[in-house]
T-cell receptor, first 110, second 115 residues
Framework: GQNIDQPTEMTATEGAIVQINCTYQ??????LFWYQQHAGEAPTFLSY????GLEEKGRFSSFLSRSKGYSYLLLKELQMKDSASYLC???????????FGPGTRLSVLP | DGGITQSPKYLFRKEGQNVTLSCEQN?????MYWYRQDPGQGLRLIYY???????QKGDIAEGYSVSREKKESFPLTVTSAQKNPTAFYLC??????????????FGEGSRLTVL
């Protein structure tokens, strides 16, 4: 079957660094996506990995290991506005639909 | 600005009533999707459409119906046959294979509550 796992909740302190992990099992693989979703709002696209390694975009970075079926999202210099849910999603193969994880709710404390 | 518009944002329904959620996009995207989001669960696919006048069932299509008469519009009807319709509904679109990654663009969502 197809499955994505990620922690349900995490808490971190303003100014700190936090890593949100995601493991996936899909039939084929054509990309790993991270979205940010504030409560009651639309998810917004953060990052995309299709090859192994780290992709950096400002305070956010995303890492992928295809052999391990593993990704993480790294958030640096945390701000209060980073309190949100972070959704991990995989695209099994070209033409197939996305598979979403349950989301990780991150709370940033002062 | 281009984007996806969902309406209404909040909707209350009595048991036994059908309701239709609107989704309109001006991004010129071919593919459109409807997802359901429940607390503690990932987004679950209800229906999707790759092209006008064609649509496919997703993982949880029972009790829902859609139409795709225009490229810009993909309304979702929640019928009385849907046993537990209270949820947050998200519409999305994309151009398969294009953009940074062919990523999904989402609307603001519609929260349906059955009384």
């Amino acid at each position: 079957g197809q499955n994505i796992d990620q922690p349900t909740e995490m808490t971190a302190t303003e100014g700190a660094i936090v890593q949100i992990n995601c493991t996936y099992q899909t039939s084929g693989f054509n990309g790993l996506f991270w979205y940010q979703q504030h409560a009651g709002e639309a998810p917004t696209f953060l990052s995309y990995n299709v090859l192994d390694g780290l992709e950096e975009k400002g305070r956010f970075s995303s890492f992928l290991s295809r052999s391990k079926g593993y990704s993480y999202l790294l958030l640096k210099e945390l701000q209060m506005k980073d309190s949100a849910s972070y959704l991990c999603a995989a695209r099994p193969a070209y033409g197939q639909n996305f598979v979403f994880g349950p989301g990780t709710r991150l709370s940033v404390l002062p | 600005d281009g984007g996806i518009t969902q309406s209404p944002k909040y909707l209350f329904r009595k048991e036994g009533q059908n309701v239709t959620l609107s989704c309109e996009q001006n991004l010129n995207h071919d593919a459109m999707y409807w997802y359901r989001q429940d607390p503690g669960q990932g987004l679950r696919l209800i229906y999707y459409s790759q092209i006008v006048n064609d649509f496919q069932k997703g993982d949880i299509a029972e009790g829902y119906s859609v139409s795709r008469e225009k490229k810009e519009s993909f309304p979702l009807t929640v019928t009385s046959a849907q046993k537990n319709p209270t949820a947050f509904y998200l519409c999305a679109s994309r151009i398969p294979g294009q953009g940074i990654a062919g990523e999904l663009f989402f609307g603001e969502g519609s929260r349906l509550t059955v009384l």
